[in-house]
């Protein structure tokens, strides 16, 4: 990014919930520790680049120690002769305030459940809540040149340098939603330039795509582009799936504005050029999403291989001996079982969690292990351990925006509190710090007879006109992510015509029959129409989120792709359409 051509700022983004939890274990190990490690590694290869040209460093490694990082950034430069100006942005860290916090009547209420956190039994190692631009755009202002923050939202790590270099006001909302939905484009890397993209096989060089450039505008509109002769590509198509990725409500709320992604519209200004915006934005959010993880116990897992002949039958067996031998869920706290077909082999994956870590590990592996010559014919194992791991369990909470302020902390110790943007009236709607933050009440799962799935539109002489029977992804793209115990699965059509039949075809019933996962769990359903895309948000699908998922895919990676290859009847002339435009591509 730096070689490549000409930018402003460098940003990364290198935090996830799951990835707090990570630095904490970190943190155990090392108290000087917590953040990312990997970045320093990074930035010995362009600090001095960087200075030279002027180009500013903003990122979220700092984890659970961006003082820490700060540090460590100012003595591998000293080793290098460099003196660059290095703040670090504080305020996301409120476990030290928890108890405090409470007593005065904040529940951190879990936004899924609704369950407050006192008398959960729940113990926290982690609370950080989502701060937004300010508090980098106070540091730029102040002549750092890199500024290492903790738990800021991703999409304030364009917001701030976007807010500095246009010297934009705290109710500059349209501004600042052109912004936030820049960083959202740009945070996940080479997602937006072809990577894990659902027609890849139309980019001509999908290997190694370069990585996102944001060219922001003052009005808060943008161009996303990449370096010349990088891979990937940039198309309003690669865009449109990052737009849809881990979103759920068009409003989508981030610390410093709502930014409104059913105002977006995208537009390809030539090759891998696309313009963003502008964007409509709202008041900010009277509340911060909260992102707090305790640990969950210790978990062990087995794998049992079917092949050949008779494979239910063997299916059927190994549960029985698993049963006998471990002695089933009364046994452990959880125990799971889930069958995966393959093309030459099935396999049989048996989960458990416990809070004892012998139960958990050396005395499941050995009833495991007692059935392996008193079993099915053909038997063996993968992924069998007498180790149990320990692992953490996600809380995503709220908390008052008014009790939170973030600091910037420049390189001589001064402090400098960041403005608070002024925030909307609590709504009827349970507020929301992050678009998919808040399920909304339950949808009824369908049944056979009392809520089928629509026929689809007709055409407009009131016929349904000729249909193939396809795969939903040979017209339609998908791109589905986690957020929490909640997936994320957005569609997207590539002219109008498509959109028309795809909004018309798929709600929430057909969803619910393609995927049948998803029958019995409230599901949300967004039309985006400036991006030709239906969202859906499946509550409940991921548990409680990807570290205590005992799903093959526990981040809802290939929702998406699978969906894809469900079959639909597609009307033939949008068939057609879409390969006489392939053909003139």
Wanted: hydrophobic share 45%.
């Amino acid at each position: 990014m730096v070689e490549g051509g000409p930018i402003d700022v460098l940003t990364g983004d290198y935090l996830a919930e799951l990835t707090m939890l990570l630095l904490w274990k970190a943190r155990q190990r090392d108290p000087d520790g917590g953040y990312a490690v990997s970045f320093l590694a990074q930035l010995r290869d362009v600090l001095g680049t960087c200075l030279e040209r002027g180009v500013k460093i903003v990122v979220n490694a700092g984890g659970l120690n961006p003082a820490g990082l700060a540090a460590k950034v100012r003595e591998l430069a000293a080793l290098g002769g460099l003196k660059p100006s290095v703040a670090h942005v504080e305020g996301d860290d409120l476990l030290p305030r928890l108890a405090e916090l409470q007593a005065r009547g904040h529940e951190f209420a879990h936004l899924a459940t609704g369950r407050p956190l006192a008398g959960s039994g729940v113990d926290p190692v982690t609370a950080n809540a989502y701060l937004g631009g300010w508090g980098i755009a106070a540091a730029l202002r102040s002549g750092a040149d890199v500024v290492i923050c903790g738990r800021v939202a991703d999409a304030s790590l364009v917001v701030g340098p976007a807010a500095w270099a246009f010297d934009w006001a705290t109710d500059d909302w349209d501004a600042l939603a052109g912004a936030v939905t820049a960083g959202h484009i740009i945070e996940c890397g080479t997602q937006a330039t072809g990577g894990n993209y659902s027609f890849f096989t139309e980019i001509a060089d999908p290997v190694h795509p370069g990585f996102p450039i944001a060219e922001l505008h003052p009005d808060g509109s943008s161009v996303i582009t990449k370096h010349p002769g990088t891979g990937g590509a940039v198309t309003v198509g690669t865009v449109t799936a990052q737009l849809l990725y881990e979103t759920g409500r068009p409003a989508y709320p981030n610390a410093d504005v709502v930014a409104r992604l059913d105002t977006v519209r995208l537009t390809q200004q030539g090759p891998d050029r696309v313009a963003v915006g502008p964007v409509a934005g709202e008041p900010a959010p009277a509340h911060l999403k909260v992102c707090l993880n305790h640990l969950g116990g210790h978990r062990n897992a087995a794998t049992f291989v079917l092949t050949g002949l008779d494979l239910d039958a063997k299916a059927d067996y190994a549960e029985a001996a698993l049963r006998d031998a471990t002695g089933g869920p009364a046994a452990f706290a959880t125990y799971d079982l889930r069958r995966e077909h393959g093309r030459e082999a099935d396999r049989l994956t048996v989960t458990v969690k416990d809070p004892d870590p012998a139960k958990a590990g050396r005395g499941f592996f050995s009833a495991v292990a007692s059935i392996a010559l008193a079993a099915y014919p053909g038997l063996y194992l993968e992924h069998a351990s007498p180790k149990a791991t320990e692992y953490g369990v996600y809380w995503p909470a709220l908390v008052d925006a008014s009790e939170v302020t973030e600091y910037a902390v420049l390189a001589d110790g001064s402090r400098i509190a960041a403005p608070r943007p002024p925030s909307q009236a609590a709504r009827s709607a349970p507020p929301a710090a992050l678009a998919d933050a808040v399920p909304p009440a339950p949808v009824r799962p369908p049944g056979a007879e009392a809520d089928p799935p629509r026929p689809a539109r007709t055409e407009p002489n009131g016929q349904a006109g000729r249909t193939v029977r396809l795969p939903l992804g040979t017209l339609i793209g998908a791109r589905s992510g986690d957020k929490g115990g909640d997936a994320n699965v957005g569609l997207w059509a590539r002219d109008d015509l498509a959109y028309a039949w795809l909004r018309g075809w798929l709600d929430v019933p057909r969803l619910r029959a393609l995927l049948p996962e998803t029958a019995r769990l409230p599901v949300s359903r967004y039309e985006l129409p400036g991006l030709r895309a239906v969202n859906f948000v499946v509550h409940g699908l991921l548990g409680d989120g990807v570290a205590a998922s005992t799903a093959a895919d526990p981040q809802a990676k290939a929702l998406g792709e699978r969906l894809r290859g469900c079959l639909a009847d597609i009307p033939e002339k949008l068939v057609d359409l879409s390969s006489a435009a392939l053909g003139g591509a």
